[in-house]
């Protein structure tokens, strides 16, 4: 499949270390934030979410980190594994006229897992 | 969860010709959403697909350029038209109801 995140900034780790990787926002009305990875070829999957009444959510080996002062998102992986290597993107919901909301996205990272 | 299924998954393309991308997904959604993902770089949001009536396109994408149609609600398709090499891309669908959105597997276009 065709790769993506060939220009992105990448994190490389090794297994069984915890990864940690970090997103700005940009719209301090954003209400709601989620985690997508991509893994070469497919589409993003929705990883965890959290909103913006918490600073933190935990899910299976992944922690999302929310810092509304400084709009900081992190994404913590625990006991990273050779099948976390993927980009991950960071993605903020905002709401607009006519009582919808839409998904901007981050510029993503790309997490590197080495054996 | 929905599963959003693109057709066709990918294909090279003639300058100046048009291609439509449909996107079904399993079950009602509310919203749908495309965006393009240009090599190496993230998502770009083009337009909200809505039911029954005229695409809301963000800066910077135009209907004649990406024309949107959604008859109901769970289908909607892409047209990229008059195609040059700057439109190498992917093009995801993605559906969702409240939450989390859902995405396709993407449409990858090669201009040539």
């Known amino acids: 499949g065709e790769s993506v995140g060939l220009h992105l900034p990448t994190l490389s780790v090794q297994e069984g270390d915890n990864s940690i990787i970090n997103c700005a926002y940009s719209n301090s009305a954003s209400d709601y934030f989620i985690w997508y990875k991509q893994e070469s070829g497919k589409g993003p999957q929705f990883i965890i979410d959290?909103?913006?009444?918490?600073d933190k959510r935990q899910g299976q080996r992944v922690t999302v980190l929310l810092n509304k002062t400084v709009k900081h998102l992190s994404l913590q992986i625990a006991a990273t594994q050779p099948g976390d290597s993927a980009v991950y993107f960071c993605?903020?919901?905002?709401?607009?006229?006519?009582?919808?909301?839409?998904?901007?996205f981050g510029a993503g990272t790309r997490l590197a897992v080495h054996p | 969860s929905a599963v959003i299924s693109q057709k066709p998954s990918r294909d090279i393309c003639q300058r100046g010709t048009s291609l439509t991308i449909q996107c079904q997904v399993d079950?009602?959604?509310?919203?749908m959403f495309w965006y393009r993902q240009q090599p190496g770089q993230s998502l770009t949001l083009i337009a909200t697909?809505?039911?029954?009536?005229?695409?809301?396109?963000e800066s910077g994408f135009v209907i004649d350029k990406f024309p949107i149609s959604r008859p109901n609600l769970t289908f909607s398709t892409l047209t990229v038209s008059n195609m040059s090499p700057e439109d190498s891309s992917i093009y995801l669908c993605s559906g969702r109801s409240t939450g989390e959105l859902f995405f396709g597997e993407g449409s990858r276009l090669t201009v040539l």
């Open positions: 959290i909103r913006s009444n918490m």
């Open positions: 993605a903020e919901n905002i709401g607009v006229s006519g009582g919808y909301n839409k998904l901007i």
């Open positions: 697909a809505n039911q029954g009536s005229e695409a809301t396109y």
């Open positions: 079950s009602q959604v509310t919203m």
